[in-house]
C-alpha cells in the first residue's frame, strides 16, 4: 500500500507519494489528516472509493480556485486522472517527473474535456499531434522529442503514420521500451498486415505474439529475414507457425537473401513448395473466417431485428386488458390449488388474492406475454450487450435451439431454469444462454465479466433483473470459471445451513472478493454459460438487494 499525499499551494493541487514514516490512521478509513492543506489517502482506498474521491477533489478545486494540478510521479498519474473528469475547473497538468509521457496517459488525458494544456519532461511526436487535435497544448521541458528504436526506423511521426501503417520492421534486439511502443502502435493502428524481424529470437518472437493476440490483431504475418539452416530451429519454427495459425492466425515465414538461395538451390524448392501449400492453407483459412464471419453478422443482424421487433409491440400495446386477465387466472389457479371453488369472471373486478400470489405489474413485460407467454422476466448486465427478456418452459433445452419467436435459431435465447418459480423466487434463481463469442449476442459478452476492469468497477456489480412482479437489482459476489459441473445449478436447498455451505463453496471459487455477505434468508441470481471452448462453465452469482 502506499500513501498518496494531496496537498494544495497557490491555486495548485499537488499529488505525490507521501514519504516519511507517518502512518495512516485507520479510524479515518485509511486517511491522515496532515493539515488544511493537506491531506493522504492510500492508492487503495483511492481505487475502491473513486466516487467519493473525485467528488472530494472537485469540492477542493472549488474551494480554493484552482485551475492548476501537478503529479509527482506518472504511476500516480494513472491513479487520479480517470478521477478528474467531473471536475471542469482544472485545466492545466504538470507532470513533474523527468520521464517521457505514456500513450496510456495520453489517452486519458483527450477524455478528460476539461484539460487545456499540460507541461512534460518529453513526449512522442504523435501524441502531441493526437492532443493537439482534441485542444490540449503540449510543452516539454526536453528540446530533443523521445523516439524509441521502432518508432524511429518505421518513421512512426505523426498520428496518421501509425493509424495506417501496413508494413513495419520491428528492430533487434527489442528492448522494453521497443516493446511498449509496438504494443501502443497495435492499439492505434488499423490496416497492419506484415512484420518484418531481422533475426530469429525465440523470447522476442514470442513477445511479439502475445502483444498481438492482447490487442486482438490477427492475420498478420511475420516475415524472419535471416538465413537459417539449423535444422532445430526451423523445426521449432514450424511448430510455432502451426500454433500460431492455428490459435491465432498469425503467419510466420522466412525469407532468405539471394546468395543464399543461390547457394541452397534444392532446398529453397522444398521452401517453395511450402509457401504454395501455405498459401493454400491460409486461403482455405480466410475463407473459413470469412464464412464464420458472415454468420456471426447474419446472427447479430437477427437479434437485433428480434429485439427492435419487441420494443413495437412494447411501444403499440396497452396491456391493461391482458394483465387482469393473467391476474385473475392466477388467482384462480392459486384458489383452486386451495380446493377453493371461487370462479371470479373475467369482467369482475380482480378479487382478493391469495398470500402466495403475486399480481402482474410490469406493463413492459406483459405486452411481450403477446408474442410469447413464456417470457417470465427481463435481464440487464451493465457494460455488455446483455438486455434481454428471458423466457421459461417445461425443460433446459426447448431455448437452446429456439428464440423468444419460438423459431428455429442456433442461437437460442436468454432463458430460466425450468425448474424456479419466477412469481416466489427461488433461493438459487438461474438463467442460462449460450457464448455466442464472435456476434456478442445472447450471453456472448458475458467474458466480459472475469476481466478486472469490469469486476472492480462498482457500477458493473449490480445486475437487474425484473419480473412480471416486481423490479429487482442483485450485487455480484461471485465470478469464475468451472470444469463442466451441475453444483452450482441447485434450486432446492435442505435447510438454512445446506444454503449456506453451497454459498461458502460458490464464494470460495471467485477470482475476486467482492465482501458482499449472504445470509440465509437470501436469494441469489446466477447466470451461467459455456466457456473454453464449452470444456468450462463461466458463472456469475449475485444477491437480491432490492426490489419493488
Same mark, same amino acid.
Given at each position: ?10 491555486? %495548485? ?17 485509511? %486517511? ?25 477533489? !472537485? ?49 486519458? &488525458? ?127 519454427? !514450424? ?23 543461390? !547457394? ?103 405486452? &411481450? ?14 457494460? %455488455? ?78 445486475? %437487474? ?84
Amino acid at each position: 500500500m502506499k500513501k498518496i499525499l494531496i496537498s494544495i499551494k497557490d491555486k %495548485t493541487i499537488i499529488f505525490s507519494y507521501k514519504t516519511s514514516n507517518s502512518s495512516i490512521n485507520n479510524d479515518l478509513i485509511n %486517511t491522515n489528516i496532515i493539515s488544511n492543506n493537506e491531506l493522504i489517502f492510500s492508492d487503495v482506498y483511492i481505487s475502491e472509493n473513486t466516487k467519493i474521491i473525485s467528488s472530494f477533489i !472537485k469540492e477542493l478545486v472549488l474551494q480554493y480556485n484552482i485551475d492548476n494540478l501537478i503529479i509527482s510521479k506518472t504511476e500516480i498519474a494513472l491513479i487520479i486522472l480517470p478521477l478528474l473528469n467531473k471536475v471542469p475547473a482544472l485545466n492545466n497538468i504538470y507532470f513533474k517527473e523527468d520521464e517521457p509521457l505514456s500513450y496510456t496517459i495520453c489517452e486519458i &488525458l483527450i477524455n478528460l474535456k476539461n484539460i487545456k494544456s499540460i507541461n512534460c519532461y518529453t513526449i512522442q511526436p504523435f501524441m502531441i499531434e493526437l492532443l493537439d487535435k482534441n485542444n490540449i497544448t503540449c510543452e516539454t521541458r526536453s528540446e530533443i522529442l523521445y523516439m524509441s528504436n521502432f518508432m524511429e526506423i518505421n518513421n512512426l511521426v505523426r498520428y496518421s503514420n501509425i493509424y495506417y501503417k501496413s508494413n513495419i520492421r520491428i528492430p533487434t534486439p527489442l528492448n522494453l521500451e521497443d516493446l511498449k511502443d509496438f504494443e501502443n502502435f497495435c492499439k492505434i493502428n488499423k490496416y497492419l498486415k506484415v512484420i518484418h524481424l531481422g533475426k530469429l529470437i525465440k523470447s522476442e518472437i514470442s513477445n511479439i505474439i502475445k502483444v498481438l493476440v492482447k490487442q486482438n490483431r490477427y492475420n498478420i504475418k511475420i516475415i524472419i529475414h535471416e538465413n537459417i539452416n539449423d535444422e532445430k530451429i526451423i523445426n521449432y519454427l !514450424k511448430d510455432l507457425n502451426k500454433i500460431s495459425k492455428r490459435k491465432y492466425h498469425i503467419i510466420l515465414s522466412l525469407d532468405y537473401s539471394k546468395e543464399y538461395l543461390d !547457394k541452397n538451390i534444392f532446398k529453397q524448392t522444398i521452401i517453395n513448395t511450402l509457401k504454395v501449400c501455405g498459401l493454400i492453407i491460409s486461403s482455405l483459412v480466410i475463407l473459413v473466417v470469412t464464412y464464420i464471419g458472415i454468420s456471426n453478422y447474419v446472427a447479430l443482424k437477427q437479434v437485433t431485428k428480434i429485439k427492435n421487433d419487441l420494443a413495437k409491440v412494447v411501444e403499440n400495446i396497452d396491456p391493461t386488458d391482458l394483465i387482469n386477465e393473467k391476474n385473475k387466472e392466477n388467482i384462480k389457479q392459486a384458489e383452486d390449488n386451495e380446493k377453493n371453488d371461487v370462479k371470479p369472471s373475467l369482467d369482475e373486478p380482480v378479487p382478493n388474492k391469495p398470500d402466495n400470489v403475486k399480481l402482474i405489474t410490469n406493463a413492459k413485460l406483459a405486452a &411481450l406475454l403477446s408474442v410469447n407467454e413464456e417470457v417470465v422476466g427481463e435481464l440487464k448486465v451493465n457494460n %455488455t450487450n446483455i438486455d434481454y427478456p428471458v423466457v421459461q418452459t417445461k425443460d433446459n433445452d426447448y431455448y437452446l435451439s429456439h428464440n423468444i419467436n419460438k423459431d428455429k435459431n442456433a442461437n437460442g435465447w436468454i432463458f430460466m431454469d425450468y425448474r424456479n418459480n419466477s412469481m416466489n423466487l427461488d433461493k438459487n434463481n438461474i438463467i442460462y444462454g449460450h457464448n455466442m463469442y464472435y456476434s456478442g449476442v445472447m450471453f456472448g459478452t458475458l467474458h466480459k465479466t472475469a476481466n478486472k476492469d469490469w469486476y472492480t468497477n462498482p457500477e458493473n456489480q449490480i445486475i %437487474t433483473f425484473n419480473t412480471l412482479y416486481e423490479n429487482m437489482e442483485f450485487k455480484i459476489f461471485s465470478i469464475y470459471r468451472v470444469p463442466k459441473t451441475n453444483d452450482y445449478i441447485r434450486v432446492f436447498f435442505e435447510d438454512d445451513n445446506d444454503f449456506l455451505d453451497f454459498i461458502d463453496l460458490i464464494k470460495n471459487r471467485s477470482i475476486y472478493d467482492f465482501n458482499v455477505p449472504i445470509n440465509a434468508d437470501d436469494k441469489i441470481l446466477t447466470l451461467s454459460t459455456c466457456s473454453n471452448n464449452g470444456t468450462k462453465r463461466l458463472v456469475i452469482h449475485a444477491v437480491l438487494t432490492t426490489k419493488d
